[in-house]
C-alpha cells in the first residue's frame, strides 16, 4: 500500500487586512485632525490685533502636518495620489471659512482691481488721491463708514476717512502678472471672497502640477502644509500664483529632450512669476543648472533670455500708460530700513557677524557664492533643487518677518522633497506673530535645522556609496 505523502505546509499568510491597514488608516485620520485643526486655527478668533490665540493653534497644525506626511508612505501606492489631491482640495478650502485673519494685503489687490476695471493705471494714483473719490465711495468693503474704524486691518487716512487697504497714501506696488490677476478677480466679483477663493484654485493646481512628477509624498509636502490654509487662501496672497508659474517654469526646463522650445517656455513661464512678486526671479539660476561645468553656447541664453523679454513685454502697456509712475510704491519700500513692522531689520542673522552698514554687500557675496555654485555644480534633472538653494538662501539672508514670501520654498519642497527646508516658512511665521525681537532667533533655529539636514543627507550618501560599489 502507498505510502501517504502528507501535504506541504501552507505559506505563511501576510496580516490580516485590518491589521495591514492601521497605518494607512492612521495617515487619513492624521489628515482628517490636521484640516480639523486648520478650521479651529481660522475660525478660532485670533487675529493679527490679537495673535495669542493662534499660537497654540499653529504649533498643533504643524505637528499634525509632520504626522500625516510621516505616514503617507504607508498608504498603498495606488491610492496616494487621490489622497493627496483630496486632502490638498480640504486644505485649501478651509481658508474660505472666515475673512482673512492675518494679513490685509487682499484688500489691496481688490482695490486694484476695482481701479483697473474702471479703466485708471493701478501706479497712477494712491487709494486715497482725490481723483478716486467716487471710487471709494463706491467701495464700502473697503473704505468702511469713519464713525466705526476700530478693527484690526482698519486704519485712518490722513483725510479721517477710514480704510482696510495698507498704505493708502502711496500707490500700488505689484508687477504686472499680479495686476492681472487682480483685473480678473474684479471681473469674477471682485470681493476679498474672490481673492480667497482663486488663492484656493492656485493651490490646488500647485498640487495637481506636482503630482504629475508622480511623487505623491513630496506634493504633499505644499498641498498638506497649514501655510496654504492660511496665507494662500485665508490670507489670499497673490505669492501663490508666483509659485505655481514657476513650478510650471522648472518642470518645464526639466522636461527633456531641452528643445530651444522648452527653453523658451521655461524662460517665459520663469519670467511671468518674477512679474507677480519679482522673488521667483531667485528660481532662475536653478533653471540654468550646471550651465558653467561646461563651454557657453549660443542656445544657453534662450531661457533667460525668454524671461527678460517676457517680463518686459508685461510692464510695457503700463509703461505706456504710466511712464516712470509704473514703478509705483517700490523703490520706496526697497528703501525702507526695515519691513513693515518696524522692529524688523534686514539682514538680521548677519547682523551678528558683520557691521550693519556690510551686512548687505555680506549678504549680496553670499548669495552671489551660491548661485555660481549651481550654476556650475547644479543638476539640470533637477533644476528645482538649485532653486531651492537659492531661494531659500536669500530668505534665511534677508530674514524677512514676511511668512508668505517663503510660499515659493513651500513649492520647491514639494518638487525636490528636502523638507528641512520647511523651517523658513515656519521661521518667517514665528516672526510675523512674536515681533522683531525674535528675528535671529527665529532664523538662526531656521538654518539650523536646514544645516543639520544637509549634513544629515551628506552623511546618508557617503554611507551609501561604498555600499553600492
Request: some cysteine; proline content about 8%.
Amino acid at each position: 500500500m502507498p505510502r501517504s505523502v502528507a501535504p506541504p505546509a501552507p505559506a505563511a499568510r501576510p496580516a490580516a487586512g485590518p491589521v495591514r491597514g492601521l497605518p494607512a488608516a492612521g495617515a487619513f485620520a492624521a489628515l482628517v485632525a490636521l484640516v480639523a485643526a486648520l478650521a479651529g486655527t481660522v475660525t478660532g478668533g485670533g487675529t493679527l490685533g490679537d495673535p495669542r490665540p493662534l499660537y497654540g493653534w499653529y504649533l498643533t497644525d504643524l505637528v499634525l502636518f509632520a504626522l500625516a506626511v510621516a505616514l503617507l508612505r504607508h498608504v498603498p501606492a495606488r491610492h496616494r495620489a487621490a489622497l493627496v489631491l483630496a486632502g490638498s482640495v480640504a486644505v485649501a478650502g478651509i481658508g474660505l471659512l472666515a475673512p482673512p485673519r492675518t494679513s490685509d494685503d487682499a484688500y489691496r489687490y481688490v482695490w486694484d482691481g476695482r481701479v483697473q476695471a474702471a479703466g485708471i493705471s493701478p501706479y497712477r494714483y494712491a487709494p486715497d488721491d482725490p481723483a478716486l473719490a467716487g471710487l471709494r465711495a463706491g467701495s464700502p468693503d473697503l473704505f468702511p463708514p469713519a464713525g466705526r474704524c476700530a478693527g484690526w486691518d482698519e486704519r485712518r487716512t490722513a483725510a479721517g476717512a477710514c480704510s482696510r487697504l495698507n498704505r493708502p497714501a502711496v500707490p500700488t506696488i505689484y508687477p504686472p502678472v499680479a495686476q492681472g490677476w487682480f483685473r480678473g478677480l474684479a471681473a469674477v466679483g471682485g470681493g476679498v471672497r474672490a481673492a480667497q477663493a482663486g488663492g484656493a484654485l492656485l493651490a490646488v493646481a500647485t498640487t495637481l502640477l506636482l503630482l504629475t512628477r508622480r511623487r505623491p509624498a513630496r506634493a504633499a509636502l505644499w498641498g498638506w502644509f497649514p501655510g496654504i490654509t492660511v496665507w494662500a487662501v485665508n490670507d489670499a496672497h497673490v505669492d501663490t500664483l508666483g509659485a505655481l508659474l514657476m513650478t510650471a517654469g522648472l518642470l518645464v526646463a526639466a522636461a527633456r529632450p531641452a528643445t530651444g522650445r522648452r527653453r523658451a517656455a521655461s524662460g517665459a513661464l520663469l519670467g511671468a512669476a518674477t512679474a507677480v512678486k519679482l522673488l521667483p526671479a531667485l528660481a532662475l539660476p536653478g533653471a540654468l543648472s550646471g550651465v558653467l561645468a561646461r563651454r557657453p553656447r549660443a542656445r544657453d541664453l534662450t531661457l533667460p533670455g525668454a524671461a527678460v523679454a517676457v517680463f518686459l513685454l508685461v510692464y510695457l502697456p503700463y509703461v505706456l500708460g504710466s511712464g516712470t509712475a509704473v514703478l509705483g510704491y517700490l523703490p520706496g519700500y526697497l528703501h525702507e530700513e526695515g519691513y513693515e513692522r518696524g522692529e524688523v531689520a534686514r539682514f538680521g542673522l548677519l547682523r551678528l557677524v558683520l557691521p550693519g552698514a556690510a551686512a548687505p554687500f555680506g549678504a549680496a557675496l553670499l548669495l552671489l557664492a551660491v548661485v555660481l555654485h549651481v550654476l556650475r555644480r547644479g543638476d539640470p534633472d533637477r533644476p528645482w533643487r538649485g532653486a531651492l538653494l537659492v531661494t531659500g538662501t536669500a530668505l534665511l539672508l534677508a530674514a524677512p518677518g514676511y511668512p508668505w514670501y517663503a510660499l515659493l520654498v513651500v513649492a520647491l519642497v514639494g518638487l525636490d522633497g528636502r523638507w528641512e527646508w520647511l523651517a523658513v516658512p515656519a521661521a518667517g511665521q514665528a516672526l510675523y506673530l512674536l515681533g522683531g525681537a525674535h528675528q535671529r532667533a527665529c532664523y538662526a533655529t531656521a538654518a539650523a535645522v536646514v544645516l543639520t539636514g544637509l549634513l544629515f543627507r551628506r552623511l546618508l550618501a557617503d554611507r551609501a556609496a561604498p555600499e553600492e560599489g
